[in-house]
């Protein structure tokens, strides 16, 4: 099971389309190495996607994955996406958020060892901070979310 985006996301131009792609680029690595964690011993890849704050966290939430041995597959849902260009950021750097509605119900998380689910459930709003690094690439600099009904 694989993330789900609703059919209408903002890429009615080549920055915005760029923009969704290094989001949905993110989206493709986590979503990988977060299904087997323990299958991997270079994560260099999740830092083509990521930079700043991003770049550290992505790699605790696989720490703690493996720590807990725990993995997912997939099976979040995004909905209601909407994209601002913000401009020059702190760093100096292009930056836009993406804010959306993010439903993890149908997300699959087990652990490793026994096969047992652990049940998710919940909805969240969610501002992700991209950043277009030197090689005009765009890449997710900061995530923040929290629960609420969307």
């Not at 299958?39 to 966290?57: K, L, R």
């Not at 090689?135 to 969307?150: F, H, L």
């Amino acid at each position: 099971m694989v993330e789900s985006y609703p059919t209408d996301l903002p890429t009615g131009d080549p920055e915005s389309a760029a923009i969704i792609a290094g989001w949905q680029e993110y989206q493709r690595v986590l979503e990988k190495f977060a299904a087997d964690p323990l299958g991997f011993s270079d994560f260099s890849e999740t830092q083509y996607v990521t930079t700043g704050e991003a770049a550290n966290v992505i790699l605790d939430e696989m720490q703690m994955l493996r720590n807990e041995r725990l993995r997912s597959e997939g099976g979040l849902v995004f909905r209601d996406v909407t994209l601002t260009i913000i401009g020059t950021g702190e760093s100096g750097a292009r930056e836009a958020t993406l804010d959306y509605c993010l439903d993890v119900n149908a997300l699959r998380v087990f652990y490793v060892d026994t096969g047992e689910q652990l049940p998710r459930s919940g909805t969240y709003t969610e501002t992700t901070t991209m950043e277009q690094g030197a090689d005009a690439k765009w890449r997710v600099s900061r995530i923040r979310n929290s629960e609420a009904s969307c």
